[in-house]
């Protein structure tokens, strides 16, 4: 069992930073493929960014790359979104998901989703 808590959303100004965390419970975290997912009102939840269980393999959504960031502690159980020049469009409800295919980026099927932070970005 893996239970996950995610913090570090807010309001933001466009073109800010923010810094969202997903705490994990559990010995097994380390063995788990990490993700990020979003979902904004009225819209379908969508991936954001996965990282494999080592961090050796990362992926993101084509509307993230080159601004987001994922990247995991496994000595803390932690992973990390960091997220630079947002847009009004990021605008979502953010959810940090735990995949047992530990070395698999894709997070096809997550096993574990925490409750969500709201990250609100202001045009």
């Known amino acids: 069992q893996v239970q996950l808590v995610e913090s570090g959303g807010g309001l933001v100004q466009a073109g800010g930073s923010l810094s969202l965390s997903c705490a994990a419970s559990?010995?097994?975290?380390?063995?788990?493929?990490m993700g990020w997912f979003r979902q904004a009102p009225g819209k379908e939840r969508e991936f954001v960014a996965a990282i494999s269980w080592s961090g050796g393999n990362t992926n993101y959504a084509n509307s993230v790359k080159g601004r987001f960031t994922i990247s995991r502690n496994n000595a803390k159980n932690t992973v990390y979104l960091q997220m630079n020049s947002l847009k009004p469009e990021d605008t979502a409800v953010y959810y940090c998901?735990?995949?047992?295919?530990?070395?698999?980026?894709?997070?096809?099927?997550?096993?574990?989703w925490g409750q969500g932070t709201q990250v609100t970005v202001s045009s």
């Open positions: 559990g010995r097994a975290f380390r063995t788990y493929a």
């Open positions: 998901a735990a995949d047992s295919n530990g070395s698999s980026p894709y997070l096809s099927s997550p096993d574990y």
